[in-house]
């Protein structure tokens, strides 16, 4: 069974920093592109991040460039986020997904962040 | 880094079929086939119900159904159930491991 698991949401004041986790599992993990995505309230699904399989290559979002960095230990299975500079735009659900033919294959459950003072 | 085109709401009543558009540029759904549709019902994670274009993961119902002309996608959701109800991105494959996703449909059966 496909497993994504986030973890590392929670409250963080403007400003502050939180990395998130995806302990990933059922699925050959290395061999995947991988992608952070969020959902703000009353919007909808945005891409942030993706990494590459080997993690050789990133990208991100004009709107998080800059703060947030993606990074991967295919050792471990685990895809990371770290995000600084947080605003309160940045307030989201965000999903650890995983993907192989140019789009999504398997979705976490998502973890919330939550941006305010 | 434009979102694709969806409207922002659709509806149809029980067995009708409702067609759902996702319109983006030539760098995105026109220059790829790999286009893809998720349902995500409230508080849930998304589910992806067709991908590169028109075909679809094991256990999704032949009434989802997806094709592609130009820089426009569309989903069409035949016999429409009330489990249907949700909210339907879509996204493209825009390069360098880069996806753009649509601004979602709400979807209402009536």
């Known amino acids: 069974e496909v497993q994504l698991v986030e973890s590392g949401g929670g409250l963080v004041q403007p400003g502050g920093c939180l990395r998130l986790s995806c302990a990933a599992s059922g699925f050959p993990y290395s061999y995947y592109a991988m992608y952070w995505v969020r959902r703000a309230p009353g919007k909808g699904l945005e891409f942030v991040s993706a990494?590459?399989?080997?993690?050789?290559?990133?990208h991100y979002a004009n709107s998080v460039k800059g703060r947030f960095t993606i990074s991967r230990d295919n050792s471990e299975k685990t895809l990371y986020l770290q995000m600084g500079s947080l605003r309160t735009e940045d307030m989201a659900v965000y999903y650890c997904a995983a993907g192989s033919t140019g789009g999504i294959d398997y979705w976490g459950q998502g973890t919330l962040v939550t941006v305010s003072s | 880094q434009s979102a694709l085109t969806q409207p922002p709401s659709a509806s149809g009543s029980p067995g009708q079929s409702v067609t759902i558009s996702c319109t983006g540029t030539s760098s995105d759904v026109g220059g790829y086939n790999y286009v893809s549709w998720y349902q995500q019902h409230p508080g849930k994670a998304p589910k992806v119900m067709i991908y590169e274009v028109s075909k679809r993961p094991s256990g999704v119902p032949d009434r989802f159904s997806g094709s592609k002309s130009g820089n426009t996608a569309s989903l069409t959701v035949s016999g429409l159930q009330a489990e249907d109800e949700a909210d339907y991105y879509c996204?493209?494959?825009?390069?360098?491991?880069?996806?753009?996703f649509g601004g979602g449909t709400e979807l209402t059966v009536l």
């Open positions: 996204s493209s494959y825009a390069g360098s491991n880069f996806v753009v």
């Open positions: 990494i590459s399989d080997n993690g050789g290559s990133t």
